[in-house]
């Protein structure tokens, strides 16, 4: 079993609609939760970074961990045709090594105008 | 804040030369980056951790003595791919952080071509 589990893609919904992404884990010593944008051909673009099980809200992204489930989610309402790219979740354990990040292995979504 | 620069974006080289990447940490200081290297429709895969001022840590799997690393100052890392081979060919990408808890920071990857 993967450490980290993501939903698998390809994902298309119509503008305006409301995307949910999610993640599951399986160590419970994870403790910090990213979502990551990644537009075909460039570097990954940090969305939202959280610590605390609950909600984060910024904008039209909400981060959502339930670390009893462990379970994390991202919600895009409105979605835009400009949100197309591929999401993924990262999950850290407290370390200063990069060796304690877990990558998902991506949802690519496509909304359509 | 945060911003992490990487070039060239794109390169092409022929089989046996080498090709470096730069990495630049542009508004934090970084002592440690992070080098990764990515498949097409893959996730991200650690090559590596460069250290300011000391030798880089490789992932089980990763040539040290293909893929060089050096880290001279607190915002530049280097890769660079010795005697590149088409297999070599794939999307480069760096990161840092500005804490130890803080989340990675990408540039926008190097796509490297070997014919």
């Known amino acids: 079993q993967k450490e980290v589990e993501q939903d698998p893609g390809p994902l298309s919904v119509p503008e305006g609609a409301i995307v949910s992404l999610n993640c599951t884990y399986s160590n419970s010593a994870f403790q910090y939760f990213m979502w990551y944008r990644q537009y075909s051909r460039k570097g990954p673009e940090l969305l939202m970074y959280t610590y605390s099980s609950g909600n984060k809200e910024d904008g039209r992204f909400t981060a959502q961990v339930d670390k009893s489930s462990k379970y994390i989610s991202l919600f895009i309402r409105d979605s835009q045709p400009s949100d197309s790219a591929t999401y993924l979740c990262a999950i850290m354990i407290s370390s200063g090594s990069a060796r304690q990040l877990t990558f998902g292995s991506g949802t690519q979504l496509t909304v359509l105008p | 804040g945060a911003v992490v620069s990487q070039h060239p974006s794109r390169v092409i080289c022929k089989s046996g030369t080498s090709v470096k990447i730069e990495c630049r940490s542009l508004d934090f200081q970084a002592t440690t980056m992070f080098w990764y290297r990515q498949f097409p429709k893959k996730s991200l895969m650690l090559m590596a951790t460069s250290n300011e001022g000391s030798k880089a840590t490789y992932e089980q799997g990763v040539e040290k003595d293909k893929f060089l690393i050096n880290h001279a100052s607190l915002t530049l890392s280097t890769l660079t791919v010795t005697s590149a081979h088409p297999e070599d060919s794939s999307f480069y990408i760096c990161?840092?952080?500005?804490?130890?808890?803080?989340?990675?920071?990408f540039g926008n990857g190097t796509r490297l071509t070997v014919t």
């Open positions: 990161s840092a952080r500005t804490g130890e808890n803080s989340p990675l920071h």
